[in-house]
T-cell receptor, first 114, second 113 residues
Framework: EAQVTQNPRYLITVTGKKLTVTCSQNMNHEYMSWYRQDPGLGLRQIYY???????DKGDVPEGYKVSRKEKRNFPLILESPSPNQTSLYFC?????????????FGPGTRLLVL | AQSVTQPDIHITVSEGASLELRCNYS??????LFWYVQSPGQGLQLLLK????DTLVQGIKGFEAEFKRSQSSFNLRKPSVHWSDAAEYFCAVAQDSNYQLIWGAGTKLIIKP
């Protein structure tokens, strides 16, 4: 089944404790992206990647890191999480190397930083 | 800067009634417009998109949207809603500079039995 998977789905952590949210897609998509969703703000893009070893900042990259060492994986790293990073995070992928292609979303990771 | 506005945070519609969700945008030369739906506890799914051509776009699940350049709008419609349409709906526009999407804040659709 074609899908985007994220792990974990739920995470509670404390301020400053490094964490990684994994994202994997099995559709051989070139483009992958991370978003955060906050009430009343819609989705805001954190980082995106047009291909392996190519990443770019989105609208809200501060406090986040990403890497794209393999085509299928695009982990999101929070080196020192803070409470303002409490949010719902989505990973997405698309076939083409631009955001215009249909994006396929993972189920989301709900993060609470205490 | 480009932006997307969804004026309605919540909309309540009776099952079987028609639906229109509003989306207004600011854009550069060519608007690339999208509607996505987020069902409870799930990721987003593309309903439809507009790049050019016929201004009335058909999507999945019986939805359609009409691009109106004069009004800077891309409203989503459905003639008869079903309880399964209860979800949050997001309008998005692609930026001219890098084609990354700018998202509206979303409209939550509530269906009354």
């Amino acid at each position: 089944e074609a899908q985007v998977t994220q792990n974990p789905r739920y995470l509670i952590t404390v301020t400053g404790k490094k964490l990684t949210v994994t994202c994997s897609q099995n559709m051989n998509h070139e483009y992958m992206s991370w978003y955060r969703q906050d009430p009343g703000l819609g989705l805001r893009q954190i980082y995106y990647s047009m291909n392996v070893e190519v990443t770019d900042k989105g609208d809200v990259p501060e406090g986040y890191k990403v890497s794209r060492k393999e085509k299928r994986n695009f982990p999101l790293i929070l080196e020192s999480p803070s409470p303002n990073q409490t949010s719902l995070y989505f990973c997405a992928s698309s076939l083409g190397a631009r955001g215009l292609e249909t994006q396929y979303f993972g189920p989301g990771t709900r993060l609470l930083v205490l | 800067a480009q932006s997307v506005t969804q004026p309605d945070i919540h909309i309540t519609v009776s099952e079987g009634a028609s639906l229109e969700l509003r989306c207004n945008y600011s854009y550069g030369a060519t608007p690339y417009l999208f509607w996505y739906v987020q069902s409870p506890g799930q990721g987003l799914q593309l309903l439809l998109k507009y790049f050019s051509g016929d201004t009335l776009v058909q999507g999945i699940k019986g939805f359609e949207a009409e691009f109106k350049r004069s009004q800077s709008s891309f409203n989503l419609r459905k003639p008869s809603v079903h309880w399964s349409d209860a979800a949050e709906y997001f309008c998005a526009v692609a930026q001219d500079s890098n084609y990354q999407l700018i998202w509206g804040a979303g409209t939550k659709l509530i269906i009354k039995p």
